[in-house]
C-alpha cells in the first residue's frame, strides 16, 4: 500500500511508457523465454517478437504498469542473453511512423513526377 501512494507522486520524464522495445536478441528466443526475462519486473500485458528478415532480433514488451516498464528497462538494458547483449528502449511511436511517413512522401513524389512527366536529371544540368 505505502509503495502504491510513493508511485503516484513520481514524476516520469515525457518518454517512459509502457511499451519497451527491446533490440539485439538471439534470433532463435522464444516468447516464454521473453516472459521469463521480463516478467520478474512485473505483470506483462504482451510480448511481440519479431519474426519476419526485417524484424528478426527485436520484441515488444508491454506491462501493465509504467513503474514495472521503467524498473525492467532500467535493469535489462545490457542484460546478456545467449552472448547477446540487450538494448531496451522505450517505445516512441512518433519516431517508429517518421520512415514510414518519409517513404510514403517519397512514393507519392515518384508518382506525381511520374504522371506529369517531371525528369529531376534533366533539371540538373
Given at each position: 500500500?505505502?509503495?502504491?501512494?510513493?508511485?503516484?507522486?513520481?514524476?516520469?520524464?515525457?518518454?517512459?511508457?509502457?511499451?519497451?522495445?527491446v533490440r539485439n536478441l538471439p534470433y532463435k528466443?522464444?516468447?516464454?523465454?521473453?516472459?521469463?526475462?521480463?516478467?520478474?519486473?512485473?505483470?506483462?500485458?504482451?510480448?511481440?517478437?519479431?519474426?519476419?528478415?526485417?524484424?528478426?532480433?527485436?520484441?515488444?514488451?508491454?506491462?501493465?504498469?509504467?513503474?514495472?516498464?521503467?524498473?525492467?528497462?532500467?535493469?535489462?538494458?545490457?542484460?546478456?542473453?545467449?552472448?547477446?547483449?540487450?538494448?531496451?528502449?522505450?517505445?516512441?511511436?512518433?519516431?517508429?511512423?517518421?520512415?514510414?511517413?518519409?517513404?510514403?512522401?517519397?512514393?507519392?513524389?515518384?508518382?506525381?513526377?511520374?504522371?506529369?512527366?517531371?525528369?529531376?536529371?534533366?533539371?540538373?544540368?
Open positions: 500500500m505505502a509503495l502504491a501512494q510513493k508511485r503516484t507522486h513520481v514524476r516520469l520524464p515525457p518518454e517512459v511508457n509502457r511499451i519497451l522495445y528466443i522464444t516468447g516464454e523465454e521473453m516472459y521469463d526475462i521480463f516478467g520478474k519486473y512485473g505483470a506483462i500485458r504482451q510480448i511481440r517478437v519479431g519474426n519476419t528478415p526485417e524484424t528478426r532480433g527485436t520484441a515488444f514488451v508491454v506491462f501493465e504498469d509504467i513503474f514495472d516498464a521503467k524498473n525492467a528497462c532500467d535493469h535489462l538494458s545490457g542484460f546478456n542473453v545467449c552472448g547477446r547483449y540487450l538494448v531496451v528502449l522505450y517505445y516512441q511511436s512518433n519516431k517508429a511512423f517518421k520512415k514510414m511517413d518519409a517513404e510514403k512522401k517519397q512514393a507519392e513524389l515518384d508518382r506525381v513526377k511520374t504522371k506529369y512527366g517531371i525528369n529531376t536529371e534533366e533539371l540538373k544540368k
